[in-house]
């Protein structure tokens, strides 16, 4: 049973790159029929999804994020990364990582989820 | 701004039915793509409950049902119980946006 885990800073600083990791356990991130994805929520407000990513490095974004999202995933560790550029307030949210089994797939498992505050 | 609408709140007594919409449009629900339907207990991460518009993962009690027609879907909660309240997300693909959205969001509260 897959699970996963993020990790990261819970502050980052405004204009900086909001860094953070998802570790996945229980299988292998290199499967042919998996997809990563992160999606974050604003305390009090609902589900945003930022993007997804392929273990072959195809990668799906979130137009309204503008171009500040970048994805990764590091096969040798089993993890997949998110970097968020130019932080703002804005992006203070719980951020969950995610997986679904096709491009289109229900995000079938969450990780529990991390509290990035956006704070000088 | 969500492109997919839910009421942001049902509510209902112990054992009654509610149901919550989620109303999208052409790009989304009505292309057709599948819709998805997430349960969030207070405090805890999204839970998946009925994918591919109807289907219930392994797990899920057949309290929970999924549907669809045109541009919009449905959950239904039948036998409504206390350990049931949090809120309910719908989620679907858009193409005119080339990304994944969510619903509004809507608050199940049992009396």
């Known amino acids: 049973q897959l699970q996963l885990q993020e990790s990261g800073p819970g502050l980052a600083q405004p204009s900086e790159t909001l860094s953070l990791t998802c570790t996945v356990s229980?299988?292998?991130?290199?499967?042919?029929?998996?997809?990563w994805a992160w999606i974050r929520q604003p305390p009090g407000k609902g589900l945003e999804w930022i993007g997804t990513i392929h273990y072959s490095g195809s990668t799906y974004y979130n137009s309204s994020l503008k171009g500040r999202v970048a994805m990764s995933v590091d096969t040798s560790k089993n993890q997949f990364s998110l970097k968020l550029s130019s932080a703002t307030a804005a992006d203070t949210a719980v951020y969950y990582c995610s997986h679904s089994r096709s491009q289109l797939g229900a995000f079938e498992i969450w990780g529990q989820g991390t509290m990035v505050a956006v704070s000088s | 701004q969500s492109v997919l609408t839910q009421p942001p709140s049902v509510s209902g007594a112990p054992g009654q039915r509610v149901t919550i919409s989620c109303t999208g449009s052409?790009?989304?629900?009505?292309?057709?793509?599948?819709v998805h339907w997430y349960q969030q207990l207070p405090g805890t991460a999204p839970k998946l409950l009925i994918h591919?518009?109807?289907n219930r993962p392994s797990g899920v009690p057949d309290r929970f049902s999924g549907s669809k027609s045109g541009t919009s879907a449905s959950l239904a909660i039948s036998g409504l119980q206390a350990e049931d309240e949090g809120d309910y997300y719908c989620?679907?693909?858009?193409?005119?946006?080339?990304?994944?959205?969510f619903g509004t969001g809507t608050k199940v509260t049992v009396l």
């Open positions: 591919g518009d109807s």
């Open positions: 052409r790009p989304n629900i009505g292309a057709p793509y599948d």
């Open positions: 989620q679907s693909y858009d193409s005119s946006l080339s990304g994944y959205v």
């Open positions: 229980g299988g292998s991130i290199s499967g042919s029929r998996y997809y």
